[in-house]
């Protein structure tokens, strides 16, 4: 898909976008990287768009105020839990040309998993209204009024980078914070989780999208509640997260399967449970 095309790849730090480089230009490949301290940015920048098989390695620097139409090839090459984190990326492909009637999303971080593809139609003006309904897998959000562009709604001072290497800085006014109140652990832990909701929502899509959202619902709560993260905690939550996966299948797939596997019994069902658990709590990270 990707060989001789322009082709741009978002990591997951500088450290990791450097390494994925330097194994492409080992490779024989026509690579470069860049990040908010590269030196020579406006010439990278102007290489990338002269030359048609060239191919950028960065983080998330060419993602605000970036323009670059002729990309046919866009690479995931990290995992987050943001929709539009994930949107962003994509969409630096996206910008049509007369001869360029598609371009190729690779996603090496599972994220259409949890998303759905890029393209899809979505209610976004109930997705911002509604931050807390349960199964989203959408942060809340709110747009710096200086640079336009899109923040965690617990921003403080806008961080985001144009393309000429400029941090906005924009200082958003204090809102004071609404404390929970005193809930028992298992209700605490699976806080905002709906089976049912999230089952109906997902009900056109690949099963398994209620699998994950759920582990991101329980690992939000787990990291949001606790300031650090020891072994019986992580145990803690996943063995309720677990609990929630069994009621999950029997109530839904069981039934669609013909009651043919018992998850409580399953040793391949507890550890892709477990496997899953680690990955969205290391892309919460």
Known sequence: FCFGKKTIIFNVNIEHSKAVNDALVFCGHNSRHLDSNSEDREEILEWFSKTPNAILCNVMIATVGFDEPTIENVILNFSTLSLVKFIQCCGRGSRKLEWKNYFNIIDMGGNAIRFGDWSDDRDWEYIFNNPDQPGEGVAPVKTCPECEGIVHA???????????????GYEFERKKVKEEQ????SVVITKGIDIEYLVKKNRNKYDYFTFMQMAEGVVRNMHEQNSEITEEIYEKYFNAYYGLCIVWYRDTLAGKNGGLMDITDSQWHIKRAKANFKMVNEAFK
């Open 154 to 168: 617990a921003t403080r001072v806008c961080n985001l980078t144009n393309i000429k290497g400029e941090i906005c």
């Open 182 to 185: 005193d809930l028992s652990e």
